[in-house]
């Protein structure tokens, strides 16, 4: 069989062996070569969820629905489960995911190893704040029980723990009441980064959910222009407009990126002067908060070789000039990004002991792989956040330097003790070294 990817489709490496996992009680066979690591749905960026030795085990059987209270809206599932199969379950029984990221196609064991975040991350924390309980099966056949209130540190290192501690096999969550699948959605056009500062502000003192879209290519006095939406569930009402979900493919891989300075450009002028909302309107659930989903193998659009995503995170203090910087620096080397998210974190600490949020801001991009010109600009980048005291997303990285990950999650040597020894990846190798 094709070796597993990453969505990014980099680093390209294969294991030495695939197992797939159909019964949480089953184990793991001890003849499979080690170390082991799980592998969800491969919807994160980079090489957490990759390994060139031992075993990926395959999580997506574990696909079953073991508890659900719809009165308490706490559910417990093994952790193959989507977020998208737990949400056509709850949805119509009023309740919802509390965070989700910005794809329903992850598994839950893949967003509490990656501890994910959502738009109301400033309202409500990550995804690591609303699980109750989880179950780790080690390499040696013993199997841990984690909950918050455990002061062992088994919890906080398995939520945001890269999958190391072990393979998760159930999760246990509490959702949030929902009245309705619809958002009520505003939508409002800034001119420039100091222009989203004083939005973002307002807006995240009043809305749960905020994010905006930037471009980054523009210059001068439009630097950082951009659109903000900010949303919150739907009140009761008597009618709402009919949704159907539509879908589109992107059917073969082009021989080259279809991202260039030309699209680019043109892309984002083109959505910066897109018809907006200020007024608010109501939006279905779906292209709220899970847009890219509606286009089935869209990764492609970046041609065989892929794409390298870059998230980064910079404390409050230094936010607004490194911002800046970082975008001076994508637009003068014409390497823009389509896909460009900028959001504020909130004040909630992450449980995890390598949890990527923290008070400050995050800004998301993706570059074409185009080999030593793309790394050369990363690194640029990578100068800015570690000046500013930031650091990269796990989730999200192909290529982080070590002394990045270090400086930025003090707290990995003291993690490093909750590793099974059974259990790798090519990315704490590369990191860790």
């Not at 083109?270 to 659930?285: A, D, E, F, I, M």
């Not at 490194?322 to 003068?332: E, K, N, Q, V």
Request: charged share 20%; hydrophobic share 40%; proline share 7%.
């Amino acid at each position: 069989m094709t070796a597993p990817r990453s969505w990014n489709r980099l680093p390209r490496v294969a294991p030495d062996a695939v197992h797939a996992l159909t019964q949480r009680s089953a184990g793991v066979p001890d003849s499979l070569p080690r170390p082991l690591l799980a592998y969800g749905s491969g919807r994160s960026y980079g090489d957490v969820c990759l390994t060139e030795q031992g075993t990926l085990l395959l999580t997506r059987g574990l696909d079953r629905f073991i508890e659900f209270d719809p009165q308490r809206g706490v559910l417990r599932c093994e952790s193959g489960v989507t977020l998208a199969e737990i949400l056509a379950l709850v949805v119509p029984q009023g309740w919802f995911l509390p965070s989700t990221p910005g794809t329903r196609l992850a598994t839950v064991g893949g967003a509490v190893a990656n501890d994910v975040h959502g738009k109301n991350h400033h309202a409500v924390g990550s995804f690591g704040h609303h699980v109750r309980a989880l179950e780790v099966w080690r390499s040696d056949g013993s199997v841990i029980v984690c909950r918050p209130e455990d002061d062992n540190g088994w919890f906080s290192a398995t939520i945001g723990g890269l999958g190391l501690t072990g393979l998760i096999r159930w999760v246990e969550l509490q959702l949030m009441p929902i009245q309705n699948p619809w958002m009520w959605v505003e939508s409002q056009r800034f001119a420039n980064l100091d222009e989203f500062w004083a939005l973002n502000r307002r807006a995240e003192a009043r809305w749960p959910y905020t994010v905006a879209w930037i471009d980054c290519l523009a210059k001068g006095k439009a630097q950082g222009r951009g659109i903000l939406l900010a949303g919150q569930h739907a009140a009761s009402q008597a009618e709402f407009p009919a949704f159907k979900e539509g879908g589109k493919r992107i059917p073969v891989d082009p021989p080259f990126s279809l991202v260039n300075g030309l699209s680019l450009r043109a892309f984002n002028t083109l959505y910066y002067r897109q018809s907006v909302k200020p007024q608010g309107t109501l939006t279905h659930y779906v292209p709220y908060f899970y847009p890219l989903d509606a286009i089935q193998d869209w990764n492609r659009i970046y041609g065989r070789r892929g794409f390298y995503q870059y998230q980064c995170v910079i404390p409050p203090r230094e936010a607004e000039a490194a911002t800046a910087a970082l975008l001076d620096t994508i637009a003068r080397r014409g390497e823009g990004s389509f896909l460009a998210v900028l959001k504020t974190f909130g004040t909630k600490p992450s449980l995890g002991m390598l949890s990527f949020p923290r008070p400050g801001t995050t800004l998301a991009l993706d570059f074409p792989n185009r080999g030593n010109k793309t790394l050369r600009l990363l690194e640029e980048l990578d100068a800015i956040v570690r000046e500013a005291g930031g650091t990269l997303y796990p989730g999200k990285d192909a290529r982080m330097p070590a002394s990045l990950f270090q400086s930025g999650y003090p707290q990995w040597e003291a993690f490093s003790d909750y590793i099974d020894p059974g259990f790798s990846s090519r990315f704490w190798q590369r990191v860790t070294s």
